[in-house]
């Protein structure tokens, strides 16, 4: 262990577990949105019910409920092991399900499923910061992004064609062998300590510690504030804007296409320019002037009348959201102690699960009401003084604990 707290990578290793872990990182990010995709029109030419697929939804998102607890038997058995063991896990749920076609028995085991997925999520995150060395973090967060917006693209555009001319079974066993190479990639990947995280408390214990970290230290409770925030105001954000494409700009499903991709176009864009942009502006102003512009644009967004002018805003809103994005990612690796990190990761996942769900729910209801554009823009309002607010409280600490945020953020 360096004096960091981190384990170096083998210098003829390191390049070698970058290139599996970005293809892993891709493979399984694609391998999850295509088939999410398929799913949810499986389960509706299964039901024909709208109801049906906001059940199906849900429990996709109940399991990160339990993230800090996935977060600390990774950080317990290893990244790499506990990434290859789900990906497998996932291989075999999903070979099981091309044999049933009862809608109760798909639930239970895209649910069971769903635990694993988010075990993926944990691992990966957690494993860049070791794969990656330090200085590199900015970059190694930009292209992790980049490619996760890449996998965001391709997985619905490729399973939309797809599905016109395959069977769910080859779909399904598609998938499965996306996941196997997965497995494959995190297998192979090599570290100085190995895959197991030998030596290190157990797993509970290592929750409560990535808990306690979140609160002890000052950037990452921060951090982890405004993606609470985040999640709270703006978590129903895709629900709501495909009722603003279809119903309030009369637009068709072909434009609400052309608007998502434009949308992921902006993801992409960002991740590639945030390396350079946060080489010029500390974290702190760019939280203030990245996070409060991507959160003005949702306002003007539920004021805007016209389709083009929507693309144009939403493209610009998600670049600058995600050149913001790599830089509190890079930061928040390079705060996190390396054995807390699943822990940790894993933590402000469950955390953000909540707000998220609340969001969606009181998004569609309120949507329902008073339509998309007043919430969109009451949102965006919302977000924008919680931010305001946020920054401002930090502000008003004592001038010790001021100058040492500061200097910290600008610092990292």
Not at 331 to 341: K, P, S
Request: overall charge positive; aromatic content about 12%.
């Amino acid at each position: 262990m360096n004096g960091k707290g981190e384990y170096p990578l083998r210098e003829n290793n390191k390049y070698h577990n970058q290139l599996l872990f970005f293809s892993a990182l891709l493979l399984s990010a694609f391998g999850y949105e295509f088939i999410y995709f398929i799913m949810t029109l499986h389960i509706y030419d299964l039901s024909s019910s709208a109801l049906n697929i906001a059940i199906f939804s849900s429990l996709t998102v109940i399991p990160k409920l339990f993230s800090n607890l996935i977060g600390g038997l990774s950080d317990k058995i290893g990244k790499s092991v506990c990434l290859s063991f789900s990906a497998v896990m996932v291989c075999i749920l999903l070979l099981t399900m091309s044999v049933v076609s009862d809608i109760r028995l798909i639930y239970g085991i895209w649910f069971a499923a769903s635990f694993f997925f988010t075990a993926i999520l944990n691992a990966r995150g957690a494993l860049m910061a070791e794969i990656v060395s330090r200085e590199h973090y900015t970059h190694g967060n930009a292209l992790a992004l980049t490619l996760l917006n890449i996998a965001r693209l391709l997985g619905p555009l490729l399973g939309g064609f797809i599905i016109m001319h395959l069977n769910i079974k080859v779909l399904l066993y598609f998938t499965c062998f996306v996941y196997l190479t997965v497995a494959a990639c995190a297998f192979l990947i090599r570290t100085v300590t190995g895959n197991a995280g030998n030596g290190q408390p157990v797993f509970l214990e290592n929750v409560k510690k990535g808990f306690g970290f979140i609160l002890e230290d000052q950037v990452l409770r921060l951090l982890a504030s405004i993606a609470f925030l985040w999640r709270i105001f703006l978590g129903m954000q895709l629900s709501l804007f495909v009722i603003l494409i279809k119903t309030e700009l009369h637009g068709t499903s072909a434009q609400y296409g052309i608007f998502v991709t434009l949308m992921g176009a902006g993801c992409i864009a960002g991740s590639l320019l945030g390396p350079y942009v946060s080489g010029r502006m500390n974290l702190y102003r760019l939280i203030s002037v990245g996070l409060g512009f991507h959160y003005a644009s949702f306002s003007v967004l539920g004021l805007c009348r016209n389709f083009n002018l929507s693309l144009f805003i939403v493209f610009c809103s998600y670049m600058v959201f995600y050149i913001t994005l790599v830089s509190m990612h890079s930061v928040r690796d390079r705060v996190t102690a390396f054995e807390l990190r699943g822990s940790v990761y894993g933590m402000v996942t469950t955390m953000l699960t909540p707000p998220a769900i609340v969001s969606m729910l009181a998004g569609s209801f309120l949507s329902d009401h008073f339509g998309a554009s007043a919430v969109l823009f009451w949102a965006g309002l919302l977000a924008l003084a919680s931010l305001g607010i946020l920054l401002y409280r930090n502000g008003k600490n004592s001038n010790r604990e001021k100058s040492s945020l500061t200097a910290k953020m600008q610092n990292l």
